[in-house]
T-cell receptor, first 111, second 115 residues
Framework: NAGVTQTPKFRVLKTGQSMTLLCAQDMNHEYMYWYRQDPGMGLRLIHYSVGEGTTAKGEVPDGYNVSRLKKQNFLLGLESAAPSQTSVYFC??????????FGPGTRLTVL | AQSVTQPDIHITVSEGASLELRCNYSYGATPYLFWYVQSPGQGLQLLLKYFSGDTLVQGIKGFEAEFKRSQSSFNLRKPSVHWSDAAEYFCAVAHSTGGGNKLTFGTGTQLKVEL
């Protein structure tokens, strides 16, 4: 079991560029989540999905879009990156409970 | 709305000393409580969780936590800290056991271990 994997691990963007972060899990989990982690602010939920084909907004959804076309994948998109989106992004999944399995993170810098 | 407070941003302890990390939550009903640990450059790993029952819960790596409803606290403890415990620790609270529910994290406590 690879668990939760994230691609890429690091990325540098210029303001206005777009990119997609990929999260994959091989545990047949129904629920998937995207968080961002900023110093002194803990983890904040961006978007989540309760099953294939579903998405929902979290605490800080503005500037991000998500898709869950396949149960095992959850994509996070930035259409026009801004410096305020410089952060570490974590994907997580869960089967049927609040416990989360986390990926290793993606460190994104927007110049 | 539920919230979590970790009052200590940084804590430094000597190797072999005991450790207590504080966590206070705000939620009207029965909370579901968690402690996660994040080593540098890594994702979060679950240390332990409390859903119901015995208020003293044991976790991995020799950690334990005690739920005290009267104090709205869920403090993490370890009797003897090892240098490898240096990491950031996050307390979190959920309001149900459903997978789609909101899991609210505290801002974290950075633990430094002096040799």
């Amino acid at each position: 079991n690879a668990g939760v994997t994230q691609t890429p691990k690091f990325r540098v963007l210029k303001t206005g560029q777009s990119m997609t972060l990929l999260c994959a899990q091989d545990m047949n989990h129904e629920y998937m989540y995207w968080y961002r982690q900023d110093p002194g602010m803990g983890l904040r939920l961006i978007h989540y999905s309760v099953g294939e084909g579903t998405t929902a907004k979290g605490e800080v959804p503005d500037g991000y879009n998500v898709s869950r076309l396949k149960k095992q994948n959850f994509l996070l998109g930035l259409e026009s990156a801004a410096p305020s989106q410089t952060s570490v992004y974590f994907c997580a999944s869960s089967y049927n409970g609040p416990t989360r399995d986390f990926g290793p993170g993606t460190r994104l810098t927007v110049l | 709305a539920q919230s979590v407070t970790q009052p200590d941003i940084h804590i430094t302890v000597s190797e072999g000393a005991s450790l207590e990390l504080r966590c206070n939550y705000s939620y009207g009903a029965t909370p579901y409580l968690f402690w996660y640990v994040q080593s540098p450059g890594q994702g979060l790993q679950l240390l332990l969780k409390y859903f119901s029952g015995d208020t003293l819960v044991q976790g991995i790596k020799g950690f334990e936590a005690e739920f005290k409803r009267s104090q709205s606290s869920f403090n993490l403890r370890k009797p003897s800290v090892h240098w490898s415990d240096a990491a950031e620790y996050f307390c979190a609270v959920a309001h149900s056991t459903g997978g789609g529910n909101k899991l609210t994290f505290g801002t974290g406590t950075q633990l430094k271990v002096e040799l």
